[in-house]
């Protein structure tokens, strides 16, 4: 039974380390939207209500991504809890490895 706790912990672990690195060119892909929807206000209006647009939708990028950040390393200290380490150890190469090693199911 513990094993599969460990098993399950480790699986977070990396689907939260997954979620992270996808993030990133989701943010990228988001932020070039802002700017189009900004170049289109523009150009339909004045450069007020484009720079506006500007600022309310970095805003709200930026809160999204904050909170997607919180709950990412929420789920990497709950799977490492739920693996029976410290929800602070740092996650070097070393620790990876057997943290994939655990996740695969072989010793």
Same mark, same amino acid.
């Given at each position: 039974?513990?094993?599969?706790?460990?098993?399950?912990? !480790?699986? *977070?672990?990396?689907? #939260? /380390? =997954? %979620?992270?690195?996808?993030?990133?060119?989701?943010?990228?892909? +988001?932020?070039?939207?802002?700017?189009?929807?900004?170049?289109?206000?523009?150009? !339909?209006? *004045?450069?007020?209500? #484009? /720079? =506006? %647009?500007?600022?309310?939708?970095?805003?709200?990028?930026?809160? +999204?991504?904050?909170?997607?950040?919180?709950?990412?390393?929420?789920?990497?200290?709950?799977?490492?809890?739920?693996?029976?380490?410290?929800?602070?150890?740092?996650?070097?190469?070393?620790?990876?490895?057997?943290?994939?090693?655990?996740?695969?199911?072989?010793?």
């Amino acid at each position: 039974m513990a094993r599969g706790g460990k098993r399950e912990g !480790a699986q *977070r672990v990396l689907d #939260a /380390l =997954a %979620t992270k690195e996808k993030m990133k060119t989701r943010v990228l892909l +988001a932020g070039g939207v802002i700017l189009l929807a900004t170049v289109g206000v523009a150009y !339909a209006s *004045r450069w007020e209500f #484009a /720079l =506006a %647009t500007l600022l309310m939708c970095s805003m709200l990028l930026q809160y +999204a991504v904050e909170r997607m950040n919180t709950i990412v390393d929420a789920g990497v200290a709950n799977g490492l809890k739920t693996m029976g380490w410290e929800a602070t150890t740092e996650l070097t190469e070393e620790t990876l490895a057997t943290v994939e090693r655990l996740a695969s199911g072989t010793r």
